[in-house]
T-cell receptor, first 113, second 116 residues
Framework: NAGVTQTPKFRVLKTGQSMTLLCAQD?????MYWYRQDPGMGLRLIHY???????AKGEVPDGYNVSRLKKQNFLLGLESAAPSQTSVYFC????????????FGEGSRLTVL | ELKVEQNPLFLSMQEGKNYTIYCNYS?????LYWYRQDPGKSLESLFV?????AVKQEGRLMASLDTKARLSTLHITAAVHDLSATYFC????????????????FGTGTQLKVEL
């Protein structure tokens, strides 16, 4: 059982480049989330989705876009990467009735030069 | 704006000792979660606390919730090296929509190192 899978695991970008992080879950979870983790700041919610075709902004959405065209996938896009977006990105998913119990992916380390 | 504060941020302790990690939050909530993260790894759920006075135990770890004090504690009994990790508490904010769902606000984490 793969759980939550993120690709890529590592990426280095130059300022202004764009990229997409892919999150896939095989647990048939309704909710999916993208967080970023920075030293000393815990995890901060970027965007989330409560179902296929729906997305919403979290705490730090600026500079990111998301899409959830299929229930099992949640994509995070950076349109024009900035050094402030250097971070570790975690995708997570949860069920409808146990929404606070998040299942996390392994993380994607992004460096923007 | 909900604030979730953990202390200490760093904790170095010897095997066999007891200690408590504290998680304070700034707004009313009766849903609190503890997660563990090993270095370079993902987060995994440890405890789910869903009411005032809730207490959960797993091995050498015990978590409790006092919603009136807006405080949760994670108590470590007779620490062992394998408990070395970063521990996060996360507080549930308003539901995403009626019928379920939530948004978690995470604390900054407590990095625990248990010395052999």
């Amino acid at each position: 059982n793969a759980g939550v899978t993120q690709t890529p695991k590592f990426r280095v970008l130059k300022t202004g480049q764009s990229m997409t992080l892919l999150c896939a879950q095989d647990m048939n979870h309704e909710y999916m989330y993208w967080y970023r983790q920075d030293p000393g700041m815990g995890l901060r919610l970027i965007h989330y989705s409560v179902g296929e075709g729906t997305t919403a902004k979290g705490e730090v959405p600026d500079g990111y876009n998301v899409s959830r065209l299929k229930k099992q996938n949640f994509l995070l896009g950076l349109e024009s990467a900035a050094p402030s977006q250097t971070s570790v990105y975690f995708c997570a998913s949860s069920t409808l009735d146990r929404a606070g119990e998040l299942f996390f992916g392994e993380g994607s380390r992004l460096t923007v030069l | 704006e909900l604030k979730v504060e953990q202390n200490p941020l760093f904790l170095s302790m010897q095997e066999g000792k007891n200690y408590t990690i504290y998680c304070n939050y700034s707004t009313t909530s009766d849903r609190l979660y503890w997660y563990r993260q090993d270095p370079g790894k993902s987060l995994e759920s440890l405890f789910v606390l869903l009411s005032n006075g809730a207490v959960k135990q797993e091995g050498r770890l015990m978590a409790s919730l006092d919603t009136k004090a807006r405080l949760s504690t994670l108590h470590i009994t007779a620490a062992v090296h394998d408990l070395s990790a970063t521990y996060f508490c996360a507080v549930d904010t308003k539901p995403i929509f009626t019928g379920g769902g939530n948004k978690l606000t995470f604390g900054t984490g407590t990095q625990l190192k248990v010395e052999l």
